[in-house]
């Protein structure tokens, strides 16, 4: 199918999706020819009695519908919402206006009631789903005490009352069953597909900001040289003209420009070589925790950064040069901005490696800590951590852990005995750029 894949709303109902309308069209033409067939082999080829002409005439209105659908909604066009359910409820009514005229709940083709819901579920909201669930419930009801007789080839057959009871729950149970689980396991597949569409998002947008700074360190390099030019230049014209004349002053004005023209671009360039925007430059690992952390800070946080050896001991060996990776920025910076969000009064965050090339990064807060209910959860696509605050949706934690699994990273979640929260990243090798390609 052509569907559309979005993710909760601000408040965690889900935004409508639409359908192709020739996704629709062709759904419905399979089931018009398998309902022609069926009623002329059992017609014609069994020798069941059926009101041959009726049924027909019932399946053309379908066909009469899939035309004109067809001829207003051409190529790929999309059906909105209402107009998606509204023909889903047209072919329950199709379907059982034919069960009607076929013997109604006794047609063994009785459960191809389910289908219409079944596909609402996996395409359209709740709302729309439970609507069209109650519409089909009704009409297994009507059809539970009104259709015509049974075709069958001895005259008198009826099926037992207590076995058409049992069909009508069957169905009921059915219908509701399969709408509800359809409906679930499809929406998990678009808050999955929506937040690694997030994930893409902020890994995107963490590439451009280095890419912004290796083209400013380039700009600043490459335009260097003819300002050098220019300003000599300049400045042979102010020595060899007169004081006081106007070309004078326009010399002296172009130096200036010039001047300020090189200061502009050795700040960008300065910017450039130790911040982490260059791919190429490699940090110490406790610096690259740093820079991870800076653009979280917050006045009444304070944010406590320290390194220390394995178990605890004191540093010893110098820290491991990493690349400042966007995954290693923006996962890291992630976990930091949720700590400092829900902080009280202070985040600590403890950098640690050893000989062996392993290196950590655990950050504990002092705020409320994890929901007992979700700590086995976090890092799942909407889950929210703890107590909802700005509207939040849960996607911090699970951005954060799909970018540092790609290079390598475990991250375990819980709660500090004495209260808030302690997130541990570790890392058995020291992670390297290539590990998140």
């Not at 408040?11 to 409508?16: H, I, K, L, N």
């Not at 009469?64 to 209402?82: A, I, Q, Y």
């Not at 219908?175 to 893409?200: H, M």
């Not at 050896?309 to 690349?323: M, N, S």
Request: proline share 7%; aromatic share 6%.
């Amino acid at each position: 199918m052509t569907i559309d894949l979005a993710a909760p709303g601000p408040d965690g109902a889900a935004v409508p999706r639409t359908v192709a309308a020739r996704t629709l069209a062709a759904i419905r033409w399979v089931a018009l020819g398998g309902q022609v067939t069926t009623l002329l082999v059992v017609h014609l080829g069994l020798g069941f009695p059926l009101p041959l002409t009726l049924a027909l005439a019932i399946v053309a209105a379908s066909a009469l519908l899939n035309l004109t659908l067809m001829r207003r909604r051409p190529g790929r066009d999309r059906l909105n919402e209402r107009e998606a359910a509204l023909y889903l409820g047209f072919d329950i009514l199709q379907l059982s206006a034919l069960l009607f005229v076929t013997g109604g709940l006794g047609n063994p083709f009785a459960l191809l009631v389910l289908a219409p819901v079944t596909v609402s579920a996996t395409i359209l909201t709740r709302r729309s789903t439970i609507q069209l669930c109650a519409a089909a419930i009704v009409c297994v009801s009507v059809l539970a005490f009104a259709h015509l007789p049974l075709p069958w080839v001895e005259e008198g057959f009826r099926l037992p009352a207590i076995y058409k009871a049992g069909l009508w729950v069957a169905l009921v149970v059915a219908l509701v069953f399969n709408a509800a689980y359809a409906w679930w396991v499809a929406e998990e597949a678009r808050r999955i597909s929506a937040a690694l569409a997030a994930t893409q998002d902020a890994l995107a947008r963490q590439r451009r900001l280095a890419a912004v700074g290796a083209l400013a360190a380039a700009a600043a390099h490459e335009l260097g040289s003819p300002l050098g030019t220019i300003a000599v230049v300049a400045r042979e014209l102010v020595r060899e003209l007169p004081p006081d004349g106007d070309l004078a002053e326009d010399a002296r004005l172009l130096l200036s420009e010039s001047q300020r023209c090189r200061d502009i671009l050795a700040s960008l360039s300065r910017r450039s070589e130790p911040e982490p925007h260059t791919p190429f430059a490699e940090l110490p690992f406790d610096a690259l925790v740093e820079q991870a952390a800076e653009p979280h800070h917050r006045d009444g946080i304070a944010v406590i950064i320290e390194a220390h050896g394995p178990d605890g001991t004191p540093v010893t060996a110098p820290a491991p040069a990493v690349r400042p990776t966007p995954e290693l920025l923006h996962g890291l910076g992630s976990i930091l901005q949720n700590a400092v969000q829900f902080a009280a009064a202070t985040v600590e965050v403890t950098v640690a490696w050893n000989a062996a090339g392993s290196v950590s990064v655990e950050v504990e807060d002092d705020g409320p800590g994890f929901a007992a209910a979700v700590v086995s959860r976090l890092g799942e696509p909407y889950v929210s951590t703890r107590a909802s605050r700005d509207g939040h949706m849960g996607l911090g934690l699970f951005i954060a852990r799909t970018l540092l699994e790609r290079t390598g990273a475990e991250i375990g979640f819980a709660n500090r005995a004495g209260g808030g929260a302690r997130v541990t990243v570790r890392w058995p090798q020291v992670p390297r750029a290539e590990a998140s390609r």
